[in-house]
C-alpha cells in the first residue's frame, strides 16, 4: 500500500485515478482500475437514461467492492443531460465518490454530494475553477491540461495535479 491523503480520503490502495475517458470507461474497465488498488471513474454522459446508467453502476457493484467514482459531465454535450437524475442514481445506489467535470463547479449539485456522504472531486482546467470548486466544498480538485479530451482552453495548464483539501 502506498499511503498518501488521496489513497486515505478514497479507500484505495494506490494513488492512481483511472481518467474518464467517454465510451473506453465502462464498468469492466472500471472495475478493472479499482480491483487494481487505483480507482476506476464510470463516465456518466456515454448512456442516454439513468436507466441505462443505473444499470451500469449496478454492474460495477457486482464486479469489484472495491471503491470506484462516477464523473457527471458539465461540458456542453451534443443532447442534454439531466445532471439532476444522474445524481439521484448516484444516491440511490450509494455511490461514494462522484467526480464533475467542466470549467464551472456544479454549484446546484455540490449540496446534493455532501448531504449524501459524498466525496466530491472536481476536474477543471484552470485555478480560478479549482478555487471556486474548493470554495464551494470540493475534497480533491484536479486541474488538467490540453489533455482534458479536447475540452481545454487556449492558455490551459499542461499538467495534472491533484489537490486534497481537509
Not at 49 to 54: G, N, Q, V, W
Given at each position: 500500500?502506498?499511503?498518501?491523503?488521496?489513497?486515505?480520503?478514497?479507500?484505495?490502495?494506490?494513488?492512481?485515478?483511472?481518467?474518464?475517458?467517454?465510451?473506453?470507461?465502462?464498468?469492466?474497465?472500471?472495475?478493472?482500475?479499482?480491483?487494481?488498488?487505483?480507482l476506476g471513474i464510470l463516465a456518466s454522459a456515454m448512456y442516454q437514461s439513468?436507466?441505462?446508467?443505473?444499470?451500469?453502476?449496478?454492474?460495477?457493484g457486482e464486479l469489484t467492492d472495491k471503491p470506484f467514482a462516477v464523473n457527471?459531465?458539465?461540458?456542453?454535450?451534443?443532447?442534454?443531460?439531466?445532471?439532476?437524475?444522474?445524481?439521484?442514481?448516484?444516491?440511490?445506489?450509494?455511490?461514494?465518490?462522484?467526480?464533475?467535470?467542466?470549467?464551472?463547479?456544479?454549484?446546484?449539485?455540490?449540496?446534493?454530494?455532501?448531504?449524501?456522504?459524498?466525496?466530491?472531486?472536481?476536474?477543471?482546467?484552470?485555478?480560478?475553477?479549482?478555487?471556486?470548486?474548493?470554495?464551494?466544498?470540493?475534497?480533491?480538485?484536479?486541474?488538467?491540461?490540453?489533455?482534458?479530451?479536447?475540452?481545454?482552453?487556449?492558455?490551459?495548464?499542461?499538467?495534472?495535479?491533484?489537490?486534497?483539501?481537509?
Amino acid at each position: 500500500m502506498f499511503k498518501t491523503k488521496i489513497t486515505e480520503m478514497l479507500g484505495i490502495k494506490y494513488p492512481i485515478v483511472g481518467g474518464t475517458m467517454m465510451w473506453v470507461t465502462n464498468p469492466e474497465f472500471v472495475a478493472a482500475i479499482s480491483n487494481a488498488g487505483g480507482l476506476g471513474i464510470l463516465a456518466s454522459a456515454m448512456y442516454q437514461s439513468k436507466e441505462e446508467f443505473a444499470v451500469a453502476v449496478d454492474r460495477i457493484g457486482e464486479l469489484t467492492d472495491k471503491p470506484f467514482a462516477v464523473n457527471i459531465n458539465l461540458f456542453p454535450a451534443m443532447r442534454p443531460i439531466d445532471n439532476n437524475e444522474y445524481c439521484d442514481v448516484l444516491i440511490e445506489k450509494g455511490v461514494k465518490i462522484v467526480e464533475t467535470s467542466g470549467h464551472s463547479a456544479p454549484e446546484d449539485l455540490c449540496g446534493r454530494f455532501k448531504e449524501a456522504g459524498m466525496v466530491w472531486i472536481h476536474k477543471c482546467v484552470g485555478v480560478r475553477y479549482a478555487l471556486k470548486a474548493q470554495s464551494l466544498g470540493a475534497d480533491v480538485v484536479t486541474v488538467v491540461g490540453y489533455e482534458n479530451g479536447r475540452q481545454s482552453f487556449e492558455g490551459a495548464l499542461g499538467i495534472l495535479a491533484h489537490t486534497a483539501f481537509h
